[in-house]
């Protein structure tokens, strides 16, 4: 089976192009194929999939196997992905997710030449989803926003947000040192969270630039969440602690996010960068 390593931000997944080859347990394949030391190595596996409602369809497992509605970074790299292979000539694609179709504009830069290849790419990643009960986060409010959690005999002030898949957006004074395998684990499994959640914690460095860092539902701790990104905008906007354009500056690279006023969606873009390509 022929498959290609990508990453954005060092939010890096294997890819297979389930248009040519078969992919039959695709859980079972994530979590060979994730392991750092008996397998290729990433965050999860991404399959390319044709589509009946949109250009082609994601379909994103983490590295412990489970199910990933929606991956900001991994649709970004898939936009590139379809476009250098040929599988597409358009520069502006629609991709069905778990969480809906979202859209996708691919750049270089400049203006890509033909054969050119594709650097950056934005993706409409849709309006965050604040009501507790969706995300879902049990609160005794309509939304959990700021909302003291006890972990471990700690109260952290949490953010729930979705953004198609759950996240827990905490603000704390330093990113740096925090040790996210001891503080990961509790809160993605927390009874507060029935679906686990995706951990991002936050440092504000001014209303237009945030320091992350994450722990990502199934993955652990990785370099970069797109999807962590936007809800950490949301909430950063919802606390009033930032404004509705920020760069979030996660360990491998710089994300942009800007919240829409006119429809109330988030574009993010930063960079998809190709890794290599193998066989299995
Ligand atoms: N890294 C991704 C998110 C991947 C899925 C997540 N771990 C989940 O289970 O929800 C991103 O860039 O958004």
């Known amino acids: 089976m022929r498959f290609s390593k990508m990453q954005g931000t060092g939010n890096d997944y294997i890819y297979v192009n389930c248009l040519e080859e078969t992919v039959n347990e695709p859980d079972i394949l994530a979590r060979r194929l994730s392991d750092r030391h008996f397998g290729v190595g990433a965050d999860g596996l991404i399959l390319i999939r044709p589509s009946r409602r949109a250009d082609f369809a994601m379909e994103m497992y983490n590295a412990d196997g489970s199910r990933g509605e929606m991956c900001g970074n991994g649709i970004r790299c898939l936009g590139k992905y379809v476009y250098d292979r040929g599988l597409t000539d358009k ?60 972990v471990g005999g700690v109260e952290y002030p949490m953010t729930a947000i979705s953004m198609g898949n759950p996240h827990a957006v905490i603000f704390t004074g330093r990113v740096r040192g925090l040790d996210l395998q001891r503080l990961g684990p509790p809160i993605e499994y927390h009874g507060r969270f029935p679906r686990r959640v995706n951990v991002e914690f936050a440092q504000v460095e001014d209303r237009g630039t945030v320091r992350v860092r994450v722990w990502e539902r199934g993955s652990g701790e990785t370099l970069s969440c797109g999807t962590g990104a936007c809800a950490v905008l949301a909430a950063g906007v919802l606390n009033d602690l ?29 960079p998809a960068v190709h890794v290599f390509d193998g066989e299995v």
């Open 242 to 270: 930032t404004d509705r354009q920020v760069t979030v500056k996660l360990i491998g690279g710089d994300l942009l996010a800007q919240w829409r006023e006119d429809t109330g969606e988030i574009l993010l873009t930063g």
């Open 91 to 150: 520069r502006e694609l629609d991709i069905q997710t778990g969480a809906g179709i979202r859209h996708l504009r691919l750049f270089a830069g400049e203006e890509v030449p033909a054969g050119g290849e594709i650097r950056m790419v934005e993706v409409n990643m849709g309006k965050p989803v604040l009501e507790a009960d969706q995300v879902p986060a049990i609160s005794e409010h309509t939304c959990m926003i700021r909302e003291p959690v006890r």
